[in-house]
């Protein structure tokens, strides 16, 4: 995949106040890429600084194949921004938001028109059309802010926080959204604190407070800090020589009961697994079930980040 983000020491002080600290990345086309830290860590800066709203300190970047600093107009043509206010005419209805923020990006009136009627119909507020923005719910704005931010179709949207607020049909078609967006070859710059989520829909994600702290795969992340857990699952429950044989398979690297299951700890479980299972009823065993034991992004995130907040501590 061609690379449509490209960051280069990427700094912005604030005065005596560094909120990103020299910022190398790469993102990619059609990729969903999660940009995770904590409260404070500089998240929106980043955003505003890609999104060209806010000029950086040192360092520089290029978006969608233009130069930031150099290209500035040319990077907001081509991206889509939400942030954590919705920024939306309360007045004016939501067909007429719309209506305006497609003039603003240059969409033809016949353009514009199709465009406004396919996100309200995707947003689920195509009966609401003619009504003030004003009298909508909080998750109703946020998808109307969504909405405006894909509308001209820009090559990267940027969301910060996109489920926020939102119940859990109006988020799951965000999710969708940014599935078929990022299927479109659109590259979708995630922030969020819903970590569940960011292991769902991100292709890889980063770490990051003031400085990059981690980049990879949420997969490639648990492998490298929890490696490969399988449950075995023996019936009625497994013999301390069924948890021997299953030591002695080439592979394994650990191995455990746990509640009636034997946990079994392995670089490679496609290729360990059967030779643990012909092991285990060549024993005797009688097996229920076989499943690999994922540690959850929460338990990645945590680990990373705090452990990062103790070696800046020391």
Request: aromatic residues 6%.
């Amino acid at each position: 995949m061609s690379v449509v983000l490209r960051t280069d020491g990427l700094t912005k002080r604030f005065g005596r106040l560094l909120a990103v600290d020299r910022l190398d990345i790469e993102v990619h086309e059609g990729e969903v890429f999660g940009f995770l830290g904590p409260n404070g860590a500089g998240k929106t800066t980043t955003l505003r600084l890609l999104c060209a709203l806010v000029a950086p300190s040192a360092g520089g970047a290029e978006v969608a194949g233009h130069r930031l600093g150099r290209d500035d107009a040319r990077i907001r043509a081509s991206v889509g921004i939400l942030t954590e206010h919705p920024g939306l005419y309360e007045r004016l209805s939501a067909a007429d938001n719309l209506r305006f923020f497609a003039s603003l990006y240059g969409l033809d009136p016949r353009t514009a028109e199709a465009q406004v009627d396919r996100f309200l119909r995707l947003m689920g507020l195509y009966d609401q059309r003619d009504d003030a923005v004003a009298t909508f719910s909080r998750g109703m704005k946020q998808k109307m802010a969504i909405a405006r931010a894909a509308l001209h179709e820009p090559r990267i949207l940027f969301l910060d926080e996109p489920t926020t607020g939102l119940d859990p049909d109006a988020a799951r078609t965000v999710r969708e959204l940014i599935v078929s967006l990022a299927k479109e070859g659109r590259t979708v710059f995630l922030c969020t604190h819903n970590l569940d989520e960011a292991d769902r829909l991100c292709d890889r994600i980063a770490f990051f407070r003031r400085s990059l702290i981690r980049i990879d795969t949420p997969d490639r992340l648990r492998a490298e800090l929890y490696g490969r857990t399988v449950e075995l699952r023996v019936l009625p429950s497994p013999r301390p020589e069924h948890l021997a044989c299953v030591q002695a398979v080439p592979g394994v690297r650990e191995a455990w009961l746990e509640n009636g299951s034997i946990l079994v700890r392995t670089d490679d479980p496609l290729r360990t697994d059967p030779a643990l299972v012909r092991t285990l009823v060549a024993a005797g065993a009688e097996i229920a079930f076989v499943s690999e034991r994922r540690a959850s992004l929460e338990d990645v995130y945590l680990r990373i980040v705090h452990d990062e907040a103790r070696e800046v501590g020391t």
